[in-house]
């Protein structure tokens, strides 16, 4: 019995059967920047789970969700310092030490230039956005950590309104709840007067009158904060994070100890991360709007069309503005459009075919904006 048990085991052990009993080499802890009830902290487990089977359970991950162990804005000094080897969150957390993070997790309104969130993506993986990514923590933020853009979030949209509006002009005379930082900035610039709130703060604003307007995330988020029982005018089409990124990074010394086939499973379980993300964007932002729409009274309304022109006009004015301060910024903001100018002919004519293949199928009443669905 014992031959044939020493026997059992040799084979389990060639075939690998045992690998998974095994402690895990590496321990990998990410804390991330979102509350684990997100649809982005889903994905987020799923990214886990990928590292861990494509390790062979070398490497085990664990997930924190915001707050676990430091603040939402203390993570990158976390990760640099290896309180934890891991953190997600978005580039613009890190403006207050390099005002270039923007430019890679919001860059507002295509940058003024067209860009749409796939091409930011294509940049970011297949330009040198995500050289200058890295440069952005290491050089710039002098952080010791690898990056990836690795969670998109957006198109984010523009935000809840009591009514319809027509122009610019009347959205200007609205008090709108913008997030801090460039958004706000550009907002400010094109005219339009806004207040920085945080998320708990914005409903009692909104019911003590302080605030006429509001956005958050996008329907599969502002679902759960409530805002339709403030609101029932929704406006998807909005330029301040239509591209919304997140980050995922490690402690560099940490991924550096690596083997290559390891940093391999990382790399990969990064990009399945970012494609995850964009499916799961689609389904739960629909079955939100839905249930918005058809259940909750909610009006889906188109944003102004000379919205446009003027955020992007603004958003040109403060990306120049901050180019012409911060020579990284200015790197940064040189190299993304230029691969705006490669890249938006041909997206144009893309997103247009998709655009015109949907408009036609509801024109034609096939499919409608949830109005008439059971």
Request: proline content about 4%.
């Amino acid at each position: 019995m014992k031959k044939l048990g020493a026997l059992m085991l040799a084979v389990c052990l060639s075939f690998g059967l045992v690998g998974q009993a095994q402690a895990a080499k590496y321990e990998l802890k990410i804390q991330t920047a979102l509350a684990n009830s997100s649809v982005f902290f889903k994905t987020m487990e799923r990214m886990k789970t990928n590292i861990e089977t494509l390790s062979n359970g070398e490497i085990s991950v664990e997930l924190l969700a915001a707050g676990a162990i430091v603040k939402a804005n203390e993570i990158l000094d976390a990760v640099n310092e290896n309180l934890i080897n891991g953190g997600m969150w978005w580039t613009h957390y890190a403006s207050g030490k390099n005002p270039a993070g923007t430019l890679f997790s919001a860059p507002c309104g295509g940058l003024g230039f067209g860009l749409d969130q796939m091409s930011v993506l294509s940049w970011g993986w297949e330009g040198d956005g995500g050289k200058l990514l890295n440069e952005y923590y290491q050089d710039a933020c002098k952080a010791n950590v690898v990056a990836w853009m690795a969670q998109p979030h957006g198109p984010e949209a523009f935000g809840w309104f009591h009514e319809r509006y027509n122009s610019v002009l009347d959205l200007n005379k609205l008090t709108f709840r913008a997030p801090p930082g460039v958004p706000a900035e550009i907002f400010k610039e094109m005219g339009m007067p806004v207040v920085a709130l945080a998320a708990p703060d914005i409903i009692p604003a909104a019911q003590r009158g302080a605030i006429d307007a509001a956005e958050w995330i996008n329907p599969a988020e502002d679902i759960a904060m409530g805002f339709d029982q403030i609101w029932k005018h929704l406006y998807l089409q909005g330029l301040h994070q239509g591209i919304s990124i997140g980050d995922i990074f490690v402690n560099k010394t940490w991924y550096d100890s690596l083997p290559k086939n390891l940093q391999a499973v990382i790399e990969i379980s990064m990009k399945t991360c970012c494609f995850d993300q964009l499916m799961s964007n689609i389904k739960a932002n629909s079955e939100a709007l839905q249930e918005l729409v058809t259940k909750r009274g909610v009006v889906i309304e188109e944003t102004p069309a000379d919205y446009y022109p003027a955020f992007m006009k603004a958003a040109r004015t403060v990306f120049d503005s901050y180019a012409k301060k911060d020579a990284f910024f200015k790197k940064v903001y040189d190299n993304e459009v230029a691969w705006a100018k490669m890249t938006v002919p041909f997206q144009m004519r893309a997103n247009g075919l998709y655009y015109n293949l949907a408009k036609a199928a509801m024109d034609d009443g096939l499919v409608t904006d949830y109005i008439q669905a059971k």
